[in-house]
Each structure stands twice: as structure tokens, then as C-alpha cells.
């Protein structure tokens, strides 16, 4: 029986790498943003216009999938991480709120989160000057509402797994990935969107990070 996965913000740069290695891995997959459309999502997936900060949109869109999920990102008005924030502050915790309110105790959905390496305890394992960047940049009101909505995530009993990586590229790569609970990374360690959505696609079916929050980094050679 062919699988449906449901990626909130499947219209996003990295949604739709994750989007593209689903449908190759034979899933039946369904890109959820407000613009979705068939131009805006990879070819074979299924586009699902929704706010996801609609619970009727949320729960119209995971009815009937096994896989839940999320790339989701406050916008900025450029990648700088000192421009002006023009989404909504509170985005993570609020579509969080939501998700895990339209599904009850006993759904047995798979839930991967996409957060950051710097959220909540993995402060402590990133480099120092990116603390610091953190701080003093705009960063930090996507990295607060990341940690609020993990902390919504990991009190629930679903079958969920936060992954942490660490700055984003947009290289097309397939690095393969090593994930932990206690992994560090520098200011300058980072990891293309690619590589991520294989790690996330392979790894759906592995139980060993049910119930995890885990850093993923590129394997050393």
C-alpha cells in the first residue's frame, strides 16, 4: 500500500527537496503552503492550498495521509538574518498547537519536525559566534518559536522526531548524514537542503529515532 506523506510548507525551498525525494521513494505526496499550485510544487506532487495556521486547512490536509511533515520557516524580507521578519512571529508554536490538536491520542501518523541546531538544549553544541549571531539578529525569534512548538511536540505521545540541522545550503548534493542527540557543530558547520530530504525520506521507516529530538550533521570522511 502506497504511503501519503503531507509536508506542511511544501512550497519552500526545502520542502520541495523533500517533496521531490518522496515522490522518487514512490510516496504519495502532498505539498501544503498557501500558494500551492501545480506550478509551484515538484512534478508528481499533489499541491494543497492551506494556511497552516487553519486548523479546518490542517486537518482537511491530514485526513487521510501516514506522514506528517514540517518545513516550515518565518519569512524574512531577505535571507540576511538581520532582515525585517514579515511572517507571522509565532508561526512553529501556533501551527504546532494546532496540528497536535486535530489529532488525537491515538493517531498513529509519523510526525518529523525540521528545527534548527541552537533550539532549546542544542544551544550548548553550536559554535560560539553563531550564539552570537543568534542574539543579536533576527534569528532568534525563529529560534525561540522553534523551541516553543518542539516543546509542544515532545509532550505529545505521537509517533513524532525533531532533527536539528545546522546552517542551510542550497547546493544539490546527497551527503550522507549521521544523526545523535549530543552531536556539536561550529559557526560554520552547515548542510544542503537535499541531503536533508534524503535523511528524512530514508529514514520514515526507523524506529530509533521515534520519540527523538536528534542533530544531523554530514558524515566525516
Known amino acids: ?101 486535530v489529532m488525537n491520542d491515538s493517531d498513529s501518523k509519523r510526525i518529523v519536525k525540521i528545527s534548527a541546531q541552537g533550539v532549546g538544549e542544542s544551544k550548548s553544541r553550536t559554535g560560539l559566534l553563531f550564539r552570537i549571531l543568534i542574539r543579536i539578529s533576527n534569528l532568534k525569534i525563529a529560534f525561540n518559536d522553534h523551541a516553543k512548538a518542539d ?30 542527540e549530543s552531536l556539536v557543530t561550529s559557526t560554520r558547520s552547515n548542510v544542503s537542503r537535499t541531503s536533508i530530504a534524503l535523511w528524512i525520506i530514508e529514514s520514515l521507516e526507523n524506529m530509533d529515532w521515534k520519540q527523538r529530538c536528534v542533530t544531523i550533521l554530514p558524515r566525516k570522511t
Not at 43 to 61: K, L
Not at 152 to 168: A, Y
Request: a positive charge; glycine letters at 8%.
Open 1 to 101: 500500500m502506497v504511503k501519503r506523506v503531507v509536508i506542511f510548507g511544501g512550497t519552500g525551498r526545502t520542502g520541495k527537496e523533500i517533496a521531490k525525494i518522496a515522490i522518487e521513494k514512490g510516496y504519495d505526496t502532498v505539498c501544503f503552503g498557501r500558494s500551492a499550485n501545480l506550478e509551484s510544487v515538484p512534478n508528481g506532487a499533489i499541491p494543497f492550498r492551506g494556511d497552516m495556521t487553519d486548523e479546518g486547512s490542517v486537518r482537511s490536509a491530514i485526513k487521510d495521509c501516514d506522514i506528517v511533515i514540517l518545513a516550515l520557516s518565518i519569512s524574512r524580507a531577505s535571507s540576511s538574518p538581520f532582515a525585517r521578519i514579515t511572517g507571522d512571529y509565532n508561526l512553529h508554536s501556533r501551527s504546532m498547537k494546532i496540528l497536535t490538536s
Open 151 to 180: 516543546q509542544i511536540l515532545e509532550k505529545t505521545n505521537h509517533n513524532w522526531t525533531i532533527i536539528r540541522p545546522p546552517r542551510l545550503n542550497n547546493k544539490e548534493d546527497k551527503t550522507v548524514l549521521v544523526a545523535g
